[in-house]
């Protein structure tokens, strides 16, 4: 570190990176360096990723910024991005850049008509999944428009213009296949980091209490479910396929994971078919005393209802429901009061609204209250403390389940595991979770984002899966040391959500990921991190592994709960807080290892040494 | 069973509450298992548990009661009284303090005492984990006894409706009985005591709960300021201040004040000191002026016309120079707005003004008004009393009611709006300076926000305010020196009864807080700019209610200099924390993370050596507060130009503060500490601040090893790093063998508190010079509010210690190794 870091340099540099909105700052991962080292360069600022096709390009467009006012530049189109570059005023000016890749779009429209009067009010607007509009005016006399639109709507759209997502294109052209095979070799490819037996293993699975079945290897038993499950020993191929009569939509309960040592164990599943009626299912309910049987730290089985428990009995008028206490032996049941996946959406909607374009600093915190993002968070933090609670402190098995068992159902478990399990806070760990609890469980991603999609106004899309790792990352900031992973590695696996550069997010369930052969027709999310893993790691994790308690306990209030401003208020410059904290940190370390590297050089020169002093009086002693 | 669709599930809602807080191994917590000494039944063994008392000290008060840990979750729907939740033991009013001594059971007397961990928590060597000091109680509420059946505990609950607060300065006679006593303190703590059952079988039990109030109303609100104990309290004392090299410029000489005009290069001001002017020792005149002892003016107005000017303004603060930065020495100055009397004549501020004008090289300056744009000190007061409501929740069911809308209740407490505009202030003030314009900061008095404004100022420009010296250089500066009402502000004296209280309670407003929560909100933008950590700003605010500390128990310099001669009041500087705290605790107060510039301690020393010119510095040793305060100077001005003119404060380190609302956070550490619910076990800042402490202990020792060229007691880390056995030494068997501490029997508790730091050196070496047998260190799990907060039974601290030993002196070293520069 030399002048370079005394605070009027910090202040010049944070000014300096406001007045850009380049995507390639360390807020947003979308046009980072790596994983376009092999694409081809053209006379375009940018780098062209594998596959990527121009579209469209007009060198008189406006971008009218929210923060710079309307600037004046040139627009690029490819099958994966948009692009705009502006052309400086002045000489040392930088310019101003908006890279975003069409499959964050989730509304393109057209301003202004023929008659349409004044600066800049003809044009297209753009809103995005990821938190922002951009508007962009057209000179009405070129007719530049028509075509920028019309192949946004078909770049951005494909899957409702009979067109392919970028992912299929980009891995046909060999992308990423470059950095796959310069990297640590096999191991870090995407597809192959998570193998569910593998996994069961590590849980301890088989065991005397539980086994893996591939009852389900083509799908046809439950067909939103894996293809490998962990069951209860007990429970034989034809009982699981009774149990899956009296489950919406075949989910029956499955092992998600085991305690080490008390073997108490977090199962999920979908609600029972109870209806309205209040119906009875013996192999449900011997079913559900086999999970309790396969642990014997405990005679109770605690079931996990997500739902508030007012939505919980409203399901049962469309013939869903919970268990009845009564019916069920030695159950208690519990609801963990999180809404459905509309509450959140307008949620969501309304966090969108606060931070951007702008905030009104002196309603801030109302706000953002008012949002009620928080409280929801708050609500799945303390669900997933309380799955703890029973599993670590009681050593109670705990069975999870919403109405369908995909949203809220995947943000308990998977969170409940991470606070259990250390193994899921380092980046492969986490990458497993997500493909075991998210990805394998039939999370429907394809419909929650509307991948490639224009129906923005689906009632199916709604954050489940953001507001998980909105989770993570809450957790991540009471327990900063916890995770191998960095915030970075989030937002990456954010922007990455909606890019649809990976094959990773496509689909709903694993059945149709097989059917459309993603492991082989696209590129792997992972593969890309895991072959650049030093820009997502956390310089503190070190110490975490000294000792410190190894199941977290997140504080649940909104008290201790924050607003990500690193991912939802990061594309206001002005708000962008100067990345700190780390850097001195860093500097420790490899002062530290310096020091130790110097200090082992100078052992092995005196072991040496003394070495041959021993031989050399060994052969004089004789002598005497 | 069919249990049918209009089954409704809500009596199967469980308290959502405690379900996400993990059951706390507290220390107040009783243990469950030894409920023998819940039930009292005999009294003569809460007699066995006292208070520690200080010379001088004396219970006025004393009665059994059961503690209880601010909103612990009590079990719904039980109707017995059995205190589960609560700590039995016997409440005590000191002259002092407020103090909670916890029952032990006779059987657990002979174990060993509990977690050692508990040592590394701070323990204020005045008062123990349980103990307040009565100037730190602000409100006390008592909850009437609701009739036989009902227990304290039920009266404890449903606390929020029946409880009644009881007036500071009314003598009111106390009705009824009382179950249960809830006290909040000026430093965000609730304390809450119940009592005995009248229907009871207990004898003496009729009214403890009266007995303990009627005293806390008479003691807790002193109506004069030599009923504090500080007067009572006679011990001697000894500074440890004056050593060479460290240094806290208190102000209080005109050295002081000189040696300031000349780092900052201003050349056009003078110290006057109010002893030598014949005008301010007349009685006759002297009263008319409300002036401090030093205090510095422009060098082209001569004393007598300035005093003439001072006459104007409200409590005579015309135009005092604080500080100046830059090559043009562009200064910033604190003047209070005219008397209401004057105020149609403007003439004397302009001439003030102009004073101040031809001082600045390009004649320009600019007057921010504060009184104006910042909040009055009632609006401060306001703030802090909604926000102190919100972080002493007295029950689960009001924890959860505040935090479903916390973050508006937040909003409408209005403490980080006036946060965020003190710090847009002194941004303002700050470009003003950096610009090479004079700043004037106007306010009523000159004497509230003033300080605020004008320290956080030059706590922005000039990184010497940021090390733990120059901090506290800057406080007695801005706040001691230059008379921040504090006596007021933190309410140490009551209006007497049928006086004036009215006007005295509009007094209470704690500026200071809101100054040191300004500084936090730096400390959290700028994590390696201060040398300080937060802890020390936590504790620096708890000082403030520590009466036999005189820093802030005072208005003006008269009242201090009027106790010392009239009641003989022994000065304490709180900047000697050593008198308050052991080693282990103020080695928490420096910050891991702060990166020393080459040069900044060689250059202040530098400047010390420049000044020693003719005059008698104030000589370090007994009771230095009062001889500098006696000491009087023979100079009639200090002349800066006979020494050097260029300012010597670097001018590349300013800092911006980030200012708006969105960037504010709340001081968790100072405010949320007492609530165990919001204690993240294991996680928060001082995890991230222990690795750091780590780091530097391991640097230093690898460092030590190199410059010995012996390699015997290389850091665990290293073995780690390289994959190695760390070799066994012979010594290794006597390793368990380590003599146990001394232990004290304090409070009825067992504590090592007096043989502590020796210990904790011993262990320190024992574990470097052995070698331990753990090759992986295990840290120790720690509470985030630490070192606050309760502590987590079960690790063993030695390692903790030895990190802490090696790696403060690494920080508190001088050498360049931990430059800024040194480490790429």
Excluded at chain 1, 61 to 90: D, E, K, M, Q, W
Excluded at chain 1, 246 to 266: D, E, N, Y
Aim: proline share 5%; charged share 20%; aromatic share 10%.
């Amino acid at each position: 570190m030399d002048a370079s870091s005394s605070p009027a340099d910090k202040m010049a540099s944070k000014t300096a990176s406001s007045n850009s909105l380049d995507s390639s700052s360390k807020s947003s991962s979308l046009g980072s360096k790596h994983g376009g080292e092999n694409g081809m360069m053209r006379d375009t600022p940018f780098i062209y990723l594998d596959g990527e096709e121009d579209q469209d390009q007009k060198n008189d467009v406006t971008y009218v910024c929210p923060y710079r006012g309307p600037v004046f530049g040139a627009l690029t189109i490819t099958n994966y991005r948009l692009y705009f570059r502006s052309l400086p005023l002045r000489e040392q000016e930088p310019p101003l850049i908006v890279d975003v890749p069409l499959g964050v779009i989730a509304r393109v429209e057209k301003i202004g008509g023929a008659t349409s009067r004044g600066e800049n009010s003809y044009g297209i607007d753009i809103f995005c999944k990821d938190m922002r509009n951009l508007r962009f005016a057209h000179k009405q006399q070129n007719h530049s428009r028509r075509t920028v639109f019309e192949k946004l709507q078909a770049n951005a759209f494909p899957l409702s213009y009979s067109g392919r997502l970028f992912a299929f294109a980009h891995a046909a052209a060999g992308g990423g296949s470059a950095t796959a095979s310069s990297s640590a070799g096999a191991g870090w490819d995407g597809w192959a980091v998570y193998e569910p037996l593998a996994e069961l293993r590590r849980l301890g699975v088989p065991n005397d209490m539980w086994r893996a079945t591939k009852l389900n290897e083509s799908y046809s038993v439950c067909d939103s479910y894996p293809a490998v499950w962990a069951v209860p020993k007990a429970a034989s191929d034809d009982f699981l396929r009774r149990v899956v009569q009296f489950r919406s939509r075949g989910r029956l309960p499955v092992l998600s994971w085991m305690h080490p040592k008390s073997q108490a164990t977090i199962t999920r599943s979908s609600q029972p078919l109870v209806g309205l009626s209040g119906k009875r299912n013996a192999d449900d309910e011997l079913y559900l005393n086999y999970i309790m049987e396969a642990n014997a730290q405990s005679d109770k089985l605690t079931i996990m209802d997500a739902r508030p428990s007012a939505n919980a009995v409203a399901n049962k008028a469309k013939g869903g429901g919970y268990e009845s206490e009564g019916a069920y032996k030695n159950v208690e049941i519990n609801f963990l009061d999180i809404h459905n996946i509309h509450v959140m959406r307008e949620s969501l909607r309304k966090v969108k609204e606060a931070c951007y374009p702008t905030t009104d600093d002196s309603k801030w915190q109302t706000t953002i209250d008012s949002t009620l993002w928080l409280k929801h968070i708050r609500c799945i933090l303390a669900g997933a403390v309380r799955i703890v609670d029973k599993v670590e402190t009681m050593s109670t098995s705990v069975v999870v389940h919403c109405s369908d068992g995909w949203d809220r159902t995947a943000q308990l478990t998977a969170l409940s595991m991470l606070l259990l399990d250390p193994h899921y806070r380092t980046v492969r760990g986490f990458e497993v979770l997500i493909e075991k609890e998210w990805l394998s469980f039939g999370h429907k991603f394809q419909q929650r984002i509307g991948h490639g999609d224009n129906k923005h106004s689906d009632a199916d899309r709604s954050p489940v899966f953001l507001q998980f790792i909105d989770s993570v990352w809450q957790v991540s900031q009471q327990y900063v040391n916890a995770f191998e992973f960095n915030e970075h590695f989030l937002i990456t696996i954010v922007d990455h959500l909606y890019s649809c550069r990976f094959g990773t997010f496509l689909c709903n369930t694993e059945a149709e990921r097989v059917a459309e052969d993603l492991k082989h027709r696209t590129i792997s999310l992972w593969t890309h991190i895991n072959s650049s893993l030093d820009q997502y790691l956390n310089p503190l994790f070190p110490s975490f592994t000294h000792g410190a308690e190894l199941v977290l306990r997140p504080i649940a209030s909104v008290r201790a709960v924050r607003l990500w401003k690193g991912l939802y208020c990061r594309w206001n410059p002005g708000l962008c807080m100067p990345q700190h904290g780390c850097q001195r940190t860093r500097e420790l370390l490899s002062k530290q290892d310096q020091l130790f590297k110097h200090t082992n050089e100078l052992r092995q020169k005196s072991n040496n040494r003394s070495n041959n002093m021993q031989t050399t009086t060994r052969l004089a002693s004789p002598m005497h | 069973m069919a249990t049918g669709g209009s089954e409704m599930p809500d009596h199967r809602k469980r308290n959502t509450f405690t379900s996400y807080v993990a059951p706390l191994p507290g220390d107040l917590r009783a243990n469950a298992d030894t409920n023998e000494w819940f039930v009292p039944s005999d009294l003569r063994n809460v007699h066995w548990a006292k208070p520690r008392l200080l010379s001088n000290e004396q219970v006025v008060a004393e009665a059994p009661a059961y503690m209880y840990s601010p909103i612990a979750p009590m079990e719904s729907g039980d109707k017995q009284p059995d205190h589960k939740e609560a700590t039995f033991g016997l409440l005590s009013v000191t002259n002092f303090k407020l103090a909670f001594v916890p029952l032990q059971p006779r059987s657990t007397l002979g174990l060993p005492a509990p977690s050692p961990l508990s040592d590394l928590y701070q323990e204020n060597l005045y008062l123990g984990r349980n103990e307040v000091t009565l100037n730190n109680i602000d409100q006390i509420y008592t909850i009437a006894e609701l009739g036989r059946t009902a227990s304290a505990l039920h009266a404890v609950r449903v606390a929020g409706s029946k409880r009644k607060k009881l007036e500071p300065t009314k003598q009111q006679s106390i009705q009824g009985r009382i179950a249960a006593l809830h006290i909040i303190c000026k430093n965000f703590r609730l304390l809450k005591f119940a009592f005995q059952q009248q229907d009871s079988k207990m004898s003496g039990s009729s009214d403890n709960g009266k007995r303990i109030a009627s005293a806390l109303v008479r003691f807790a609100y002193p109506t004069r300021h030599d009923l504090s104990f500080a007067y009572v309290y006679r011990e001697p004392y000894y500074s440890t201040l004056g050593k060479p090299g460290g240094g806290v410029s208190m102000y209080a000489s005109k050295n002081d004040w000189a040696r300031e005009l000349i780092r900052c290069g201003a050349t056009e001001w003078q110290v006057v000191s109010a002893s030598s002017v014949p005008l301010l020792q007349n009685k006759l005149h002297a009263g008319k002026y409300t002036l401090p002892p030093h205090f510095v003016i422009p060098k082209s107005c001569t004393v007598e016309r300035f005093l003439d000017l001072s006459r104007a303004f409200c409590d005579s603060r015309a135009a005092f120079w604080v500080y100046s930065y830059g090559s043009s020495a562009a200064s910033l100055v604190r003047l209070a707005e005219l008397q209401p009397a004057t105020q149609q004549d403007t003439k004397m501020e302009n001439v003030t003004l102009e004073l101040v004008r031809k001082c600045d090289e390009h004649k320009k300056i600019k007057v921010l008004q504060l009184t104006e744009n910042l909040p009055s000190i009632q609006d401060v007061q306001r703030a802090y009393q909604k926000l102190r409501r919100l972080c002493t929740p007295e029950t689960p069911e009001k924890f959860m009611l505040q935090d479903d809308k916390y973050l508006a209740l937040l909003d409408k407490t209005n403490w980080l709006l006036y946060v965020s505009y003190c710090l847009k202030y002194a941004n303002t003030a700050a470009s003003t300076l950096r610009s090479g314009t004079t700043c004037v900061l106007q306010e009523s008095n000159g004497r509230d926000l003033c300080c605020v404004i004008s320290s956080l100022t030059q706590l922005l420009l000039d990184p010497h305010f940021r090390t733990i010296d120059g901090f506290q250089s800057l406080v007695q500066k801005e706040w001691v020196a230059l008379e921040h009402p504090f006596q007021r502000r933190l309410a140490h004296v009551y209006g007497t009864p049928g006086g004036s209280d009215q006007l005295l309670d509009s007094e209470q407003s704690p500026v200071f807080l809101l100054f040191l929560d300004c500084v936090w909100q730096l400390l959290q933008q700028f994590p390696d700019e201060f040398e300080f950590s937060q802890t020390y700003l936590t504790s620096l605010w708890d000082a403030c209610f520590m009466p036999i500390f005189d820093t802030f128990q005072f208005d003006t310099h008269a009242q201090r200099a009027r106790a010392v001669s009239e009641s003989k009041l022994v000065l304490r500087p709180v900047w000697d924390w050593g008198e308050q705290f052991s080693d282990k605790d103020k080695m928490f107060f420096s910050n891991p993370l702060y990166q020393r510039q080459r040069g900044d301690a060689s250059q202040i020393q530098q400047q010390r050596r420049s000044l020693a010119v003719g005059h008698k510095l104030s000589t370090s040793g007994p009771a230095s507060g009062v001889g500098s305060l006696s000491m009087s100077m023979n100079r009639y001005t200090i002349n800066p130009q006979l020494f050097a003119t260029q300012s010597t404060v670097p001018q590349d380190r300013f800092l911006v503060a980030a200012d708006r609302i969105f960037d504010l956070a709340v001081w968790d550490q100072c405010y949320y500490r007492w609530l165990p619910v919001l204690d993240i076990r294991g996680g928060g800042q001082p995890q991230v601040d222990l690795f750091h402490r780590m780091l530097l202990s391991n640097i230093a020792k690898v460092q030590r090893c190199l410059d010995l060229q012996s390699f015997e007691e290389l850091p665990d880390a290293y073995y780690e790093a390289l994959g190695e056995q760390r070799p066994i030494s012979k010594q290794l068997q006597h390793q368990d063998e380590e003599p146990e501490p001394e232990l004290e029997y304090v409070d009825g508790v067992e504590r090592r508190r007096k043989s502590l730091p020796s210990t904790a050196a011993a262990m320190a070496t024992a574990s470097t010079t052995n070698g331990l047998v753990s090759v992986t260190p295990q840290l120790s799990t720690l509470s985030s509010f630490f070192p606050f907060g309760s502590p987590i039974a079960g690790d063993a601290p030695h390692q903790l210690y030895d990190i802490l030993s090696s790696s403060t002196e690494l920080l508190l070293e001088t050498s360049s190794i931990m430059d800024k520069s040194s480490i790429v």
